[in-house]
């Protein structure tokens, strides 16, 4: 899928092999890797965590619900996601898509 691939496929010299797969991990999930080598750095990376959850927002949304007799639901596919703001001094972190499933009121039988 979209995911695995974004994760399997590291770039030369991002850092040893679990570092990276780490890294991508966080990245395709909106998320980031902070690495720590000694203690002081778990204090910065807390600080850092709680400025941005306390200036953060969060967005929700569902997916459309097909219309009856529909031959194509959707199902388990994956959807890309994009936001964007239109203020340049903002920084905007979310995963990079999901795998939708339908509830199972609306799935075929």
Do not use: K, M, N
Not at 68 to 91: K, Q, Y
């Amino acid at each position: 899928g979209v995911v695995d691939d974004e994760i399997a496929e590291p770039s030369a010299d991002d850092g040893p092999p679990a570092q990276r797969l780490l890294d991508r991990l966080a990245e395709a999930t909106g998320g980031r890797l902070f690495t720590i080598h000694r203690a002081g750095d778990v204090t910065a990376a807390c600080a850092q965590i709680l400025g941005e959850l306390r200036l953060g927002y969060t967005l929700g949304f569902e997916i459309a619900t097909p219309a009856a007799g529909t031959a194509r639901f959707g199902g388990s596919r994956w959807r890309a996601i994009e936001v964007e703001v239109d203020d340049p001094r903002l920084e905007v972190a979310h995963r990079s898509g999901y795998v939708g499933e339908l509830p199972r009121s609306l799935r075929p039988h």
